[in-house]
């Protein structure tokens, strides 16, 4: 569970470092059903507690990326929980081929399994890491955004979510029968969406559609284009990285979790 994922192109100059003076960060072991969930998890140095933030990673596993987001979310005042969501499926750390990690890993992996675990990780969070139960938020990116919108219509409790780039449409199977449009109109929480107008895998239509239906059925869901963005423009370790894209959409998610008392 250390460096960046081996199946993508690394660009060292732009890799955004964030250090962890005045937080506590590191990898844990998360109690589950059957047995001990890697993960990794930041949060401020003090008593608490803070408003819990479940990170869900892209198709490439808790590497460095993931966990410099933590570090951020720590210092930004959260307890935020990366959790190895496909640790049952396959060590992602290992893996250079993205059709491999598709084809072996994100498609064998039961959608109920992952959310089960994040479950799990918010609870554990609150009970043994100094996590505010009633401050629940998500953030996800990639197949990660795909997860935030599954998961912002299973948790009843959840404050606030934040998707970057995810898929709204894709392939239904038994173990993965809903894609995130399905419940767009179900999610309950408000829902920040954060798309790249030059994203040649997600139409901007989709998502504007998941939008309308959402808030067609009196959900919230608040969409952000960038228009010359691709899809990955927060990714800092990937060609796709766009400074100021990224940035302001950080700013954005702070705000819009902040406000929906997610922070």
């Known amino acids: 569970m250390s460096g960046l994922t081996l199946a993508t192109t690394r660009v060292e100059a732009q890799v955004v470092h964030t250090d962890a003076t005045g937080i ?34 892209e198709i490439f596993g808790v590497h460095d990326y993931i966990k410099d987001v933590c570090r951020r979310l720590a210092k930004a005042g959260y307890c935020a929980v990366a959790p190895e969501l496909y640790a049952r499926q396959g060590d992602l750390s290992t893996m250079t081929d993205v059709q491999q990690i598709l084809r072996d890993v994100i498609l064998k992996t039961p959608d109920a399994q992952w959310i089960a675990d994040l479950d799990v990780a918010a609870a554990w ?37 934040v998707a970057w780039y995810g898929p709204l449409g894709g392939e239904r199977s038994a173990i993965q029968p809903k894609t995130s449009g399905d419940v767009a109109a179900e999610i309950r929480a408000p829902l920040l969406a954060l798309h790249g107008g030059a994203d040649t895998g997600i139409p901007v239509a989709s998502v504007e559609e998941a ?29 796709s990285y766009r400074k100021a894209a990224a940035e302001d959409g950080w700013a954005r998610a702070l705000a819009f979790l902040k406000a929906n008392g997610a922070g």
Request: charged share 25%.
């Open 125 to 161: 969070a609150s009970s043994a890491s100094k996590g505010d139960a009633g401050r629940l938020g998500v953030m996800g990116w990639c197949r990660g955004g795909r997860g935030v919108w599954l998961y912002a219509a299973h948790r009843r409790d959840l404050r606030a979510a």
């Open 211 to 239: 939008r309308d239906k959402a808030t067609a059925a009196g959900r919230t869901v608040e969409l952000v284009i960038y228009p010359e963005a691709p899809h990955g423009f927060h990714a800092d370790y990937r060609p």
């Open 24 to 57: 506590e960060a590191g990898e844990v072991k998360i109690p589950a059903g059957d047995g001990l969930m890697p993960g990794y998890r930041a949060m401020p140095v003090g008593p608490g507690p803070f408003p819990i933030m479940l990170v869900i990673e």
